[in-house]
């Protein structure tokens, strides 16, 4: 089939020709040895190189799922993090009442809440993330604001 495509590819018609003995040359000359080697080599050449693309997809994919799984865990974490500081101690960790509401302003767990967000509600094992510090960072900056202004304030 290949010696066939690249007939027609090198004189711009089928082998059907006219003349027996002219076809006969033709496929002679495409069917070469060193022919059928070159046509083998390219399509090696292209099978490889799409191979190659192929393999360099997956890592990709593969990169951006571990990255998301990673992200994921995280997320899994600071949640139940939360759920266990909002759940009152007496009870075990209920993820319905954290959804709830329970912890409004003016309940007694809000102040719980603060104090767990603060906190990041973070497992001691795991580091922080990139957006994790500057939140942190952030925060920190605010506290430390705040307590300059109530250090003016007792000044004054």
């Given at each position: ?13 089928p082998l059907s ?58 997320e899994v974490g ?16 209920v993820a319905v ?60």
């Amino acid at each position: 089939a290949a010696a066939a495509a690249g007939a027609t590819a090198a004189s711009g018609s089928p082998l059907s020709s006219r003349s027996p003995s002219r076809a006969r040359t033709r496929t002679r000359a495409v069917a070469s040895p060193n022919a059928r080697g070159s046509i083998v080599n390219s399509q090696l050449r292209s099978a490889t190189t799409d191979l190659c693309h192929q393999r360099l997809a997956l890592e990709l994919m593969q990169e951006r799922h571990e990255t998301e799984t990673a992200q994921l865990r995280n997320e899994v974490g600071r949640l139940q993090g939360l759920v266990t500081a909002l759940s009152p101690p007496s009870q075990p960790a209920v993820a319905v009442r954290a959804a709830d509401g329970a912890a409004t302003a003016g309940t007694p767990s809000s102040g719980v809440a603060r104090e767990a967000e603060r906190a990041g509600a973070r497992s001691s094992s795991r580091r922080r993330g990139k957006s994790e510090s500057r939140r942190h960072a952030h925060k920190r900056r605010q506290r430390q604001r705040e307590r300059e202004r109530e250090r003016r304030r007792g000044e004054l």
